[in-house]
């Protein structure tokens, strides 16, 4: 059940999936990933380690996904504020994901709520994307919140 | 059956404990190399002066997804590579390149169930000298038992 909130938006978007994909992770997309956050686990970083620990190929860093979820979502109209910025984010891992795997995801819209303080009211667009491989096993949960002011 | 060691037991653990902070930076190149991965090429307000400037911002930052992915790298390096089941992070400020992020992590709670041996982190990154917090967060890792191995 969305909260009540005081601005108006297309409320027709919730219950909607948004599908997007496939992405493909590739060895590159985890290495490079992997080197502009400074990491230097064996198993993200080198293939020949990660199977050598008995996995399939080169391991994906935890939020990894993330990278993946700014695919297209509609605009939810929001007659609100003009400013926007990335308010948090949310990964849950639900299954290790290698390269070679390919991913779907889907989205939906899970609450939009506002919350005022000093600064004045905010309006938070939280989209909640679940991403599966190519077996359809879930390997991730993401929920991203888009914040809106004034 | 995979054989990677854990760095970290359950039974190491207890509540209170703290870890950091663990002080970490992002260059340029770091960003511009994140970037390019998620289609948002340079010059953007992640990677440019001016670009950032346009839309309000003092100087280039560091993306939300990319400073994630630091939590996640310090959280791994300390507790293993498939420790964690939940990262849940709000930004309270833009993360600018080239400045110290101090990191500190504090076990808020541990208990043993079903879904395994679970070790509750709160999360913060700041920089003290620039009196900025940019984010605050939790973390839920799963920990192997010395029992188990």
Known sequence: ?????????????????????????????????????????????????????????????PTLCALFERGELPDIKLQFGRRQFHGGQRVTPRATIVAGDILTASSHLKDVYTKTGRSGTMAHVVWETTFRNQHGTIVADVQRSQVVRE | MTTEYPKLYFEDVDLGDEIGPVVLSVSDEQVVDFCSLWGNPAPNRFTDQAEAERVGLEGPIVPGIMTMALVSRVLTDWAGAETVADLDL?????????????????????????????VQCDITMTNPAADRRYLIGTAMLNLPSRDAA
């Open chain 1, 1 to 61: 059940m969305p909260t009540q909130i005081d601005y108006e938006y297309d409320h027709s978007l919730y219950g909607v999936e948004h599908q997007s994909g496939p992405f493909e992770v590739t060895n590159d997309i985890i290495s490079v990933y992997a080197r502009s956050v400074g990491e230097d686990n064996p198993i993200f970083v080198d293939r020949d380690a990660a199977l050598a620990a008995g996995y399939a190929d080169q391991v994906a860093p």
């Open chain 2, 90 to 118: 709000v930004f309270r400020g833009s993360v600018p390149h080239n400045e110290p992020l101090h990191m500190g992590i504090q076990i808020s709670d541990t208990s043993e169930d079903d879904t395994g041996n679970m």
